[in-house]
């Protein structure tokens, strides 16, 4: 069955760098566009970008100059790395498939608190 | 980006009827999904363009409008309901959520 998984510290300093690895199961990378999505205090759900079947990628602008997705098809996994982290960062993060203009799937989340 | 607005919370008792509602800043066509948050939890799909009931969600749950008006239904409601519900549009770039509707029972 469709399993997806976020991985990644839980705990970043403020100005470093957040890395995530989302692990799938049950599906290929190459048949979909897979999501980032992040939910915070203070913003809410928010979309942060996608990398496509493909493997090109989009971004929200809000987000589009620090951060970067990409991939590994062999290893059925997808990145999320965003740099200059502040305390307003500090949520869940989900990457979750995007089905027909709709996201199926969701990881479990991956809690990430920003300070010093 | 387009904001959609939700009613912030609800509360209702076992076997009644609710209507949380979603209002789009601008037009989304039918694309407009619903989701199901329970507390510690990730978002669950329950309803995709506007109205077609995702696989294995029970049939008490219906969603309907198109444009800029959208309503999802539960019918009747149960304890289990109890959680926060996410409108999501996908029409416009980039997509957007809404702040979410908590539903409480009484």
């Known amino acids: 069955q469709v399993q997806l998984k976020e991985t990644g510290p839980g705990l970043v300093q403020p100005t470093q760098t957040l890395s995530i690895t989302c692990t799938v199961s049950?599906?290929?990378?190459?048949?979909?566009?897979m999501q980032w999505v992040r939910q915070t205090p203070g913003k809410g759900l928010e979309w942060m970008g996608f990398?496509?079947?493909?493997?090109?990628?989009e971004y929200n602008s809000e987000f589009k100059s620090r951060l970067s997705i990409s991939r590994d098809t062999s290893k059925n996994q997808v990145f999320l790395k965003m740099n200059s982290l502040k305390t307003e960062d500090t949520g869940v993060y989900y990457c979750?498939?995007?089905?027909?203009?709709?996201?199926?799937?969701w990881g479990q989340g991956i809690m990430v608190t920003v300070s010093s | 980006d387009t904001v959609l607005t939700q009613s912030p919370a609800l509360a209702v008792s076992p076997g009644e009827r609710v209507s949380i509602s979603c209002r789009a800043s601008?037009?989304?066509?039918?694309?407009m999904h619903w989701y199901q948050q329970k507390p510690g939890q990730q978002p669950k799909l329950l309803i995709y363009?506007?109205?077609n009931l995702a696989s294995g969600v029970p049939a008490r749950f219906s969603g309907s409008g198109s444009g800029t008006d959208f309503t999802l239904t539960i019918d009747p409601v149960e304890a289990d309901d109890t959680a926060t519900y996410f409108c999501?549009?996908?029409?416009?770039?980039?997509?957007?959520f809404g702040g979410g509707t908590k539903l409480e029972l009484k």
């Open positions: 979750a498939r995007l089905y027909n203009y709709y996201f199926d799937y």
């Open positions: 049950g599906f290929s990378l190459t048949n979909y566009y």
């Open positions: 990398i496509r079947s493909g493997g090109s990628t």
């Open positions: 601008e037009g989304v066509n039918s694309y």
């Open positions: 363009k506007a109205s």
């Open positions: 999501q549009q996908s029409w416009n770039d980039p997509p957007t």
